[in-house]
């Protein structure tokens, strides 16, 4: 969960007013009447000396992992050498349930250095939230029952001991998460089709152990290719996301640091638009998450003196898998070089961490 929680993606910082310069008129005009898409990246630059400012808010509240509901989460407790039987064959079963939610806030910048090259930085303010309520029981496999070899200080159960319990945790950290810097450069302009070729530089500046970001370096190259065909502005991109080592992938108990794991990543979509002042964008977002640390359900057998008991359990692997995604979203120009960005993403499959749908806000303004 931390792996997933600490790398969530962000949106594009890429500017949804960009210009040409027409030497005819000696003025910039909009290249394009969409205002382009939002958790995707089109091929046009911003063009030269413009500026873009915005800030973006996401929220995410998961509910599934695995496609197991997060209030059903199983796990057994056992004794580190419970094959010895007696009461060491006693185990704990518990049922959890897991709230886990990050809110991001996204101030960004960028700015056109020439007509084929934009720079861009986002500043996300994150806050992460998990709590946990576990309800525990003594399954007396080895002991029968016998309440004194094993037992809960539980205050309503007779004689104050009993063979359940419920346990509760939570916590909160708000702060910077980690930064991104961002350059696109145009490859390919013609007036139908755009190529761009840039790289997103993450610099580990949240707080890895409280969930605020990933605690690894990274650098992420893509692809954005675009096309203009009257208000229709289809979109593809590509990118591979390497990331340094973490205390998340390693052991936060010892500060062990490790590889934190890569992903691949490619978004197919289609921005339209409506009217001068309006444009929807609607996408199909992939997300490879290579080598990394899952979750898996598995049954869990405890063998008694007289018989065996079976009962639900987790484990955990290293493994690859792909998450899909799809977006749905609009940008309305209210008032001069000002948008309004209003965005609901949806899970598509449900491997890894997962939340129904994340909603988002946002406000750009260009100059």
Not at 304 to 322: E, K, L, N, V
Request: with cysteine; glycine share 10%; hydrophobic share 40%.
């Amino acid at each position: 969960m931390a792996s997933q929680l600490a790398a969530l993606p962000i949106p594009s910082p890429a500017s949804g007013f960009t210009y040409t310069f027409d030497t005819a008129t000696l003025t910039f005009k909009r290249s394009t009447q969409s205002f382009g898409p939002i958790l995707a990246d089109r091929a046009e630059t911003i063009g030269k000396g413009k500026f873009s400012f915005g800030l973006d808010y996401q929220q995410f509240t998961f509910d599934s992992i695995e496609g197991t509901d997060l209030s059903r989460i199983p796990a057994v407790f056992t004794h580190d050498d419970y094959q010895a039987g007696g009461g060491r064959a006693d185990v704990v079963t518990t049922r959890n349930s897991i709230e886990a939610s990050v809110a991001q806030v996204i101030p960004f910048i960028t700015y056109g250095i020439s007509n084929r090259l934009d720079v861009s930085l986002a500043v996300p303010i994150v806050r992460a939230h998990l709590g946990v309520v576990s309800e525990a029981t003594i399954q007396r496999i080895g002991t029968a029952d016998d309440l004194l070899v094993h037992y809960f200080a539980e205050p309503n159960a007779p004689n104050g001991i009993g063979s359940q319990r419920q346990f509760v945790a939570e916590g909160t950290a708000s702060g910077l998460g980690d930064l991104v810097v961002r350059l696109k450069g145009s490859a390919v302009k013609h007036r139908f089709l755009g190529v761009a070729l840039g790289a997103d530089f993450r610099a580990p500046t949240g707080d890895e152990k409280n969930l605020l970001g990933c605690g690894a370096p990274g650098v992420k190259p893509f692809l954005a290719l675009s096309m203009v065909w009257k208000r229709i502005s289809p979109h593809l991109n590509v990118a591979y996301q390497w990331n340094g080592k973490s205390e998340l992938a390693g052991d936060v108990k010892t500060g062990a640091r490790a590889d934190f794991p890569d992903q691949f990543l490619y978004a197919a979509g289609v921005d339209v638009g409506v009217n001068r002042r309006m444009s929807l964008a609607l996408d199909f977002l992939g997300q490879e998450i290579i080598k990394s640390p899952r979750l898996y359900f598995r049954s869990f057998t405890a063998a008694g003196p007289t018989a065996t008991q079976t009962f639900p359990d987790i484990g955990f692997r290293s493994d690859s898998f792909t998450q899909y995604n799809g977006s749905a979203g609009m940008k309305v120009n209210l008032t001069g070089n000002m948008l309004v960005i209003f965005n609901m993403a949806f899970k598509l499959n449900d491997q890894g961490l997962r939340a129904k749908a994340t909603p988002l806000i946002g406000l750009e303004f260009s100059f």
